[in-house]
């Protein structure tokens, strides 16, 4: 085999936000599409499937041999997981060839449920590197959605040490976070990106000064169309196109340029990137993460060009492609007619009647193609027709219709689902007591006053800030290969220091912890919103967990377990790798706390400079519970998270007072 043919094709998937886009899918190429229920996807305002419109998609797409993902993948809650394990289990039932999941004790439960059905790790789980993958593994997954960040040459690395597949996506819309990382539709607008009604703040104008860019948060859309023979060559198992909110045009023209692409194992030619483009696009593409090129040439809206650019598609009519069989009928004096279908893998039979004497016409291979090769509407073509028969005979044209309608409802047997074992679901609940403590994390050392060190039971820093006021660090939300070994090296010398605890965003930072000899914390990042999560993340050794900032006082209380609730702080709302900075401020600023993000409404959003020129964009107002202590107590909130960004001392010792007062903070706050 030639070195041109060394590496087999990655798979094609592409998105199916309706009926017409999965026909328009089917059209363009693809090997799989992705798809979403009526529940638990992040596509909540797709047309999406349900009931029996899921199974005949399933069905559908089965005959083309195309596999069908199925999207659960929002975060639920204890009350919600029976109904999600419901969902999965109906699912399995249909045939979907995999889930894709973003909440971790939803896969538990999943897997302890129907531990025959394949899981995918949604990139909404933030899987950044080969150890996440790792952890995945032992939780079940057999597939990783890698972080749409992740530039080639981490890639590459993760590809060669995981132990699991791993999916990418390859073309589509850019959120400007990190996947799991964005609250910022959920705590400012209601509508939560991890519940899958994302309003897309993210492509809202901001006013950021003069001369500064008006659309800050906008990226273009991502194309790596130019580099197809690398993808094949890194070895990723499965290529992503983006769109279950788009048209089946985009779709199609989308899928049938890359499927192109792959079968010649090539880049695209500008004119082909032009089509992409004709199809969607946002003033043009980026690949500035893929080759670390990130810089203020990512940005893009869509313009009035681009909108009357893809009104001109042609319109997408149906499907017209054709599923080629190959006919073989056995026509034989005293044996009964048979006909067998085969697409060269698989080959079923069936038997008719036995062929009559013809008194006066007998009939010719010709006729007897003719009647057996009628496909109407079905999906299927003919590929060549064979046949071995005596002269002499005849069979009624009804009885040879019948034949063929038998021998295509046999195919279509043989690839509906078999039978799944499955067991009930049991809900496991961590029986580890939650603490009576509070504790802090601070931006810098400077905020921590002599109050504050009595007042908090632990407190954190960020990870290369530490210093002996500092019981634990915070890791960055984001580790790509290349940055292990840093981490790795910051970690020891925070050890050497006394440090003890590490504050973990994601399951690719838990050997990293785990090596420095340090007690893993769950960070509010690994978005826990239910009981099974809290158990699986314990089970994998992780000490306690500060839950998730989307859950109300009733959902934090059925969590259970040794959990936290933040009760003050400003929430980060998104994790950039894009300097945000550079956009609305000048760069003598990352170190002063000083860039604010405004509105339309005139809010502002702090952005502070977290790790590298990685930026964070924090709440307008901070979440306080100062006044509710009674609330927290009768909920058995009694271990309290505090988060401190751009609070200076005296503000940090205000804040500290009027806990201990029992009293209102004198500024706005958001209430839990």
């Known amino acids: ?16 936000g309706s009926p017409e886009a999965l026909d328009a899918a089917i059209e363009g190429g693809a090997d799989a599409v992705y798809l979403g229920g009526t529940a638990f996807n992040a596509r909540m305002n797709a047309h999406n499937f349900g009931g029996d419109a899921l199974r005949s998609a399933v069905l559908r797409a089965h005959s083309y041999g195309v596999k069908v993902y199925l999207t659960l993948n929002t975060l639920v809650t204890d009350r919600e997981l029976p109904a999600f394990v419901e969902a999965a289990r109906d699912a399995a039932s249909i045939g979907v060839d995999a889930l894709i999941v973003a909440d971790l004790g939803g896969a538990a439960a999943i897997h302890r449920a129907i531990p025959s059905l394949e899981l995918h790790a949604s990139t909404q789980m933030s899987g950044h590197n080969a150890s996440a993958a790792l952890e995945l593994e032992k939780l079940g997954f057999s597939r990783m959605v890698i972080a749409r960040e992740t530039p080639a040459r981490d890639l590459f690395e993760t590809v060669k040490r995981s132990p699991l597949e791993i999916e990418m996506f390859i073309h589509g819309a850019l959120c400007v976070s990190h ?25 809202l104008p901001f006013s950021c000064g003069k001369g500064k860019c008006e659309y800050p948060l906008s990226l273009k859309d991502l194309s790596l169309a130019a580099y197809v023979p690398q993808l094949i060559d890194c070895g990723v198992k499965s290529l992503k196109i983006e769109g279950r909110m788009k048209s089946p045009e985009y779709v199609r023209d989308t899928a049938r340029i890359w499927r192109r692409l792959l079968d010649e194992r090539r880049g695209a030619t500008p004119a082909e990137l032009q089509e992409l483009a004709n199809a969607f696009s946002r003033g043009g593409f980026t690949d500035g993460y893929y080759k670390e090129t990130i810089g203020h040439g990512m940005l893009g809206t869509r313009s009035m060009d681009d909108k009357a650019t893809s009104r001109t598609l042609i319109p997408f009519t149906g499907l017209t492609k054709k599923i080629p069989l190959q006919f073989s009928l056995s026509f034989k004096k005293d044996i009964p007619v048979s006909l067998s279908l085969s697409d060269g893998t698989r080959t079923v039979r069936v038997t008719g009647e036995v062929p009559q004497a013809a008194r006066t016409a007998p009939m010719s291979q010709e006729q007897l193609e003719r009647s057996l090769t009628k496909l109407g509407g079905t999906p299927y073509g003919v590929q060549r027709f064979d046949a071995e028969m005596d002269d002499g005979l005849m069979l009624p044209v009804s009885l040879l219709n019948d034949l063929r309608r038998r021998a295509i409802a046999a195919w279509e047997e043989g690839s509906a689902p078999c039978e799944v ?19 802090a994390r601070f931006y810098t050392p400077g905020q921590i006053t002599p109050l504050a060190r009595e007042f908090f039971d632990r407190i954190y820093l960020p990870l290369g800030k530490e210093d002996a006021q500092a019981d634990g660090v915070v890791l960055p939300a984001v580790i790509f290969e290349h940055e292990c070994p840093t981490v790795k090296e910051m970690l020891q010398r925070a050890a050497d220091l006394g440090v003890r605890y590490a504050l973990v965003g994601n399951l690719g930072h838990l050997s990293l912890v785990k090596d420095a000899d340090m007690i893993p914390v769950g960070d509010f990042r690994c978005n826990v919103t239910n009981g099974e999560t809290v158990c699986a993340l314990e089970k994998m050794g992780i000490f306690s967990v500060i839950l998730s900032p989307e859950l109300s006082l009733p959902q934090a209380r059925d969590v259970g377990g040794n959990t936290a609730l933040i009760v003050y702080g400003r929430i980060p709302l998104m994790t950039v790798e894009k300097c945000v900075i550079r956009e609305i401020a000048d760069c003598n600023v990352c170190g002063s706390n000083r860039a604010l993000l405004k509105d339309r409404r005139g809010v502002t959003f702090p952005v502070l400079r977290e790790w590298e020129h990685r930026n964070v964009i924090y709440n307008s107002l901070p979440t306080s519970m100062s006044d509710r202590g009674a609330q927290l107590t009768a909920a058995n909130l009694t271990a309290q998270h505090f988060l401190f960004s751009v609070e200076s001392a005296d503000e940090v010792d205000l804040i500290i007072k009027a806990w201990k007062s029992g009293n209102a903070l004198p500024f706005s706050v958001r209430r839990i």
């Not at 074992?421 to 504790?439: M, V």
């Open 421 to 439: 074992e499955s067991a009930p679901y049991k809900p496991q609940r961590s029986q580890t007591p939650k603490q009576n403590i509070r504790t």
């Open 179 to 203: 996947s799991g990382q964005c609250l910022f539709s959920s705590l400012v607008g209601g509508r939560s990106g991890n519940r899958g009604e994302c309003a897309q703040p993210c492509r």
């Open 1 to 16: 085999m030639s070195d041109f043919l060394a590496h087999p094709l990655p798979e094609l998937l592409c998105p199916a």
